[in-house]
């Protein structure tokens, strides 16, 4: 497993973006999650980027550690960086699927990243859901047109997402405590 902080710089306007990744794959293909970042792949154009693997670790502890330090409040509010949010969270799974490619090789991409849009990256999960089972009182996928029933709840990190009996559109996260 590789685990290592990088950099990505835009060459139009010098932006930069830092980031932790932990792979199996060094040549995995993957270029962050930031949301700013992937604004900015959309309007300069991903091929404008260059990613900088600028320190390797042994675990991602280590990784998440270092990037707590480097990544500070006042990078943070630099108009010239892509990152929203201090280092050594850890990583965020909002907007991020779990993608294929050709080779049947696996990671996350944000789900605006212009390689899942147009197809040439595919859901590793696509059709279906994981679920909890409230019969069965165990973890499932399901296919996703099942997911309506009132049996199944959606996992999330230690949370679900989850309907009031009656309601069919507003969903609650709730911690699995």
Same mark, same amino acid.
């Given at each position: 497993?590789?685990?290592?902080?990088?950099?990505?710089?835009?060459?139009?306007?010098?932006?930069?973006?830092?980031?932790?990744? %932990?792979?199996? @794959? /060094?040549?995995? +293909?993957?270029? =962050?999650?930031? $949301?700013?970042?992937?604004?900015?792949? !959309?309007?300069?154009?991903?091929?404008?980027?260059?990613?900088?693997?600028?320190?390797?670790?042994?675990?991602?502890?280590?990784?998440?550690?270092?990037?707590?330090?480097?990544?500070?409040?006042?990078?943070?509010?630099?108009? %010239?960086?892509? @990152? /929203?949010?201090? +280092?050594?969270? =850890?990583?965020? $799974?909002?907007?991020?699927?779990?993608? !294929?490619?050709?080779?049947?090789?696996?990671?996350?991409?944000?789900?605006?990243?212009?390689?899942?849009?147009?197809?040439?990256?595919?859901?590793?999960?696509?059709?279906?859901?994981?679920?909890?089972?409230?019969?069965?009182?165990?973890?499932?996928? /399901?296919?996703?047109?099942?997911?309506?029933?009132?049996?199944?709840?959606?996992?999330?990190?230690?949370?679900?997402?989850?309907?009031?009996?009656?309601?069919?559109?507003?969903?609650?996260?709730?911690?699995?405590?």
């Amino acid at each position: 497993m590789y685990h290592y902080f990088y950099k990505i710089t835009n060459n139009i306007n010098n932006h930069f973006y830092y980031g932790v990744h %932990n792979t199996n @794959n /060094i040549d995995d +293909g993957y270029m =962050g999650s930031g $949301t700013r970042l992937h604004y900015a792949y !959309k309007k300069y154009g991903i091929e404008n980027f260059e990613k900088e693997i600028l320190k390797y670790f042994n675990t991602a502890k280590e990784a998440f550690e270092y990037e707590a330090d480097y990544i500070t409040e006042d990078l943070v509010k630099d108009p %010239n960086c892509y @990152n /929203i949010q201090g +280092g050594g969270s =850890g990583w965020n $799974t909002i907007n991020l699927v779990t993608v !294929k490619d050709k080779d049947g090789n696996t990671f996350d991409v944000h789900n605006e990243d212009p390689r899942y849009l147009n197809g040439e990256l595919v859901g590793v999960t696509k059709g279906t859901t994981m679920c909890y089972d409230t019969v069965e009182q165990r973890c499932v996928s /399901i296919p996703s047109n099942l997911f309506d029933n009132i049996r199944y709840i959606s996992i999330m990190k230690n949370k679900i997402y989850a309907r009031k009996i009656g309601e069919t559109c507003k969903r609650y996260l709730i911690p699995l405590d």
